[in-house]
């Protein structure tokens, strides 16, 4: 592993929804090859490893999806009152062609058999485990200064069948993934006004739902500090 490559802590930190900053020059196949496998070794209920990840660089699939994207964006856009449509209207919401390469992230239900061990009473658990897998490849690209822009602005059934899933086999991402000139400090939709992040401590509640959590944000220890971190 190399000295210079970013903490957890560090990657947690810089990590952000990458649309606008992608430099155009393709991820390399080693590069790729490691953050795929970042992904691969997530958690998973019942060790049941349900994801896939197609990796498309085909131009001409690009643009299909960048356009499919494109019609999705105008209907939320038109579906939304006067003002939010406003808000809305400069938010880029995909950089599918400007990355340069796509991963779909798929869920297969079936693998691991009828019985995968703790997903008998929670079926979601399945797919949580293709997320986790997501998260991840997300924060092993950050640490390599790739960029990555989750869309999910597309119908599940078009995006199955532009990249020819199975079926039974559902999209859950699509990934744009590539180099960046940088990482913006402040998520996109804080950026343009659409919504701001809430405080750690409204998040965190003592003992049950709503009960009396913390009235501060604790200190940050040394240990979830960035400039810090090993
Ligand atoms: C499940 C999921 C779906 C998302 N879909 C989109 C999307 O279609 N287009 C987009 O621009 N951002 C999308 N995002 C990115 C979020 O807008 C972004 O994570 C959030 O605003 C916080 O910004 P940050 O990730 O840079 O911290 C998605 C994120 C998640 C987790």
């Known amino acids: 592993m190399s000295e210079d490559r970013l903490s957890v802590y560090e990657a947690i930190r ?3 929804d990458v649309r606008a900053e992608f430099t155009g020059a393709p991820v390399d196949e080693a590069t790729l090859w490691r953050i795929l496998d970042a992904a691969h ?10 994801w896939d990840f197609v990796v498309v660089r085909d131009p001409a699939t690009l643009r299909r999806f960048a ?7 105008v209907e939320f856009h038109d579906a939304l009152p006067p003002e939010r449509a406003a ?15 796509g ?17 008998a009473t929670v079926p979601e658990t399945g797919v949580y485990s293709a997320v986790l897998a997501i998260q991840n490849l997300w924060l092993a690209a950050t640490a390599e200064g790739i960029g ?3 869309v999910s602005f597309y119908d599940p059934a078009f995006l199955a069948d ?8 559902r999209p859950v991402a699509w990934l744009c993934v590539g180099p960046v000139h940088e990482f913006q400090t402040v998520p996109d939709l804080e950026r343009f006004g659409w919504r701001t992040g809430r405080p750690l401590s409204e998040a965190v509640h003592r003992e ?8 501060d944000e604790p200190p940050m220890s040394a240990a979830t500090d960035a400039t810090t971190a090993p």
């Open 41 to 50: 070794r997530a958690p998973s209920v019942g060790n049941s490893q349900p």
């Open 208 to 215: 049950t739902f709503g009960g009396t959590g913390f009235s």
């Open 103 to 119: 991963i779909v992230v798929s869920y297969d239900h079936d693998r691991g058999g009828p019985q995968v061990l703790g997903r």
């Open 148 to 150: 990555v822009g989750w």
């Open 87 to 101: 808000t809305f209207q400069p938010i880029k919401i995909e950089g599918i062609v400007e990355s340069g390469t």
């Open 67 to 73: 356009e499919h994207v494109a019609d999705k964006r």
């Open 14 to 16: 810089l990590r952000r």
């Open 162 to 169: 532009l990249v020819g899933l199975p079926p039974g086999i």
